[in-house]
């Protein structure tokens, strides 16, 4: 969940993204990774094949295809509509557990992400929480607009990434 958000937040901030070859499934690693490290690209073209056909991966599959679908899909947005990535606004969250949610609006581009999702389990999960968002998830396709329930807006996982 943590590194679902932080791969989303990450996409999406200004600049160019700071991406690591190799690094698009999950990637354990200590430290950065370094770029000398084999990398098994045709496991990478077989998942994004099967995330382009339309499989939705659990976002805690071990072999990361739910990285791959953040990766690939944010990147994709920020190639195919660069307009949506032109300035930064906070989008403030509502309820019990609004603590718990980072949100953002970069122009269009509204990334939600998780944060402390243990605290979060422990504490009761969303509850009443609320988000005021618009546009579609590049992520699971729906749609959503106006005030939404952040446990509806992340069934799927644990960050979304809406656009206009």
Known sequence: SNALTAALVQLTMPGVPDTYQGSELWDLSLVDPDNRRPVDFALR???LA????GHRPDWDEPEGAAKLLVVSRALR????????????APVVATGAAADHV???????????????????????GWRDTTVAV???DALTG????????VAELLADY???????
């Open 50 to 53: 099967r995330l382009d056909e």
């Open 134 to 136: 618009s546009g579609t």
């Open 77 to 88: 947005l920020r190639r195919d509509r660069p307009g949506l990535f032109t300035r930064y």
């Open 142 to 149: 729906r749609s959503h607009a106006g005030e939404i329930l």
């Open 102 to 124: 980072v949100a953002f609006d970069r122009g269009g581009a509204v990334t939600v992400g998780t944060r402390l999702p243990v605290r979060l389990a422990r504490d009761g």
């Open 45 to 47: 073209d077989r998942l």
């Open 158 to 164: 644990p960050v979304a990434l809406l656009a206009a």
